[in-house]
């Protein structure tokens, strides 16, 4: 079995603990028209590598994962390539390595990979399906019953919230996000709200599609407004 590879790099705490290796895989099930990673939407690009030869890299990396680092898969969406990820995860674990995957929670599989990953990061781009539905294709209600079960099942969750104006950034936003978020809430549990940024615009460009975001920027002071509403509803904020 092979995976699909856009790039990988290490990175220091970004994406899990630690130092770690982190591969980009290829191909996304949602369309965001904020995504900073335009090219590894289609399912066809990238560079395959064998999950064994993959596995082997990471035990070769082994001696860079220091401060509790590990392997994290991201993407993309690394969930599109279900079985590979399976097995390469299954064979970190075989070597002990720790292991994290960012995912936009979609799949309705996710849950067979709880056991295999260490950290678990889960993107909750919008409360509402329909709302997510018109702008990414896809609507939330797996995404949510795979964040209760996350939430319900793991220590180690991190929930990211892209904070988009027009989209999911208003007060009246945050109040709704809260109202879905309390009640499953633990200590386990740290949400992280990410501004909108335009740092994957000139790619849009590049690979020849139309970057139709606009006056998206939360500014200062709204985003001040957001978070207070999260503390007040005892969300624990963290910037990574
Ligand atoms: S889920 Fe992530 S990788 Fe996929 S299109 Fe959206 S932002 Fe891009």
Same mark, same amino acid.
């Given at each position: 079995m092979n995976l699909r590879v856009l790039q990988r790099g290490f990175n220091y705490?970004?994406?899990? $603990?630690?130092n770690r290796l982190v591969y980009h895989l290829q191909g996304c099930n949602l369309h965001c028209p904020w995504c900073s990673n335009p090219e590894s939407m289609a399912l066809d690009g990238g560079k395959e590598t064998s999950c064994e030869a993959l596995v082997r890299q990471c035990v070769a990396a082994e $001696? =860079?994962?220091?401060?509790?680092g590990g392997v994290t898969f991201t993407g993309?969406?690394?969930?599109?390539q279900f079985e590979a990820l399976k097995a390469v995860l299954a064979g970190l674990k075989e070597n002990n390595i720790h292991t994290a995957i960012e995912t936009?929670?979609?799949?309705?599989?996710? $849950?067979?990979l709880f056991e295999l990953v260490d950290f678990l990061i889960m993107d909750?781009?919008?409360?509402?399906s329909d709302k997510l539905k018109s702008f990414t294709g896809v609507g939330n209600n797996i995404l949510k019953k795979n964040i209760i079960s996350a939430a319900e099942k793991r220590t180690q969750l991190l929930l990211r919230i892209p904070l988009i104006k027009g989209f999911n950034a208003s007060t009246v936003d945050a109040e709704r996000f809260c109202e879905f978020l309390k009640p499953i809430w633990h200590s386990g549990i740290k949400l992280e709200l990410l501004r909108y940024h335009e740092y994957g615009k000139d790619k849009w460009l590049y690979t020849g =599609?139309?970057?139709? =975001?606009?006056?998206?920027f939360v500014s200062d002071e709204l985003f001040e407004e957001i978070c207070t509403i999260f503390k007040s509803n005892s969300i624990t904020l963290i910037k990574t």
């Open positions: 705490s970004q994406d899990g $603990p630690g $001696p =860079m994962f220091f401060d509790g993309g969406e690394p969930t599109v936009n929670g979609t799949n309705p599989r996710l $849950p067979e909750f781009k919008h409360y509402d =599609m139309e970057y139709k =975001m606009q006056d998206a």
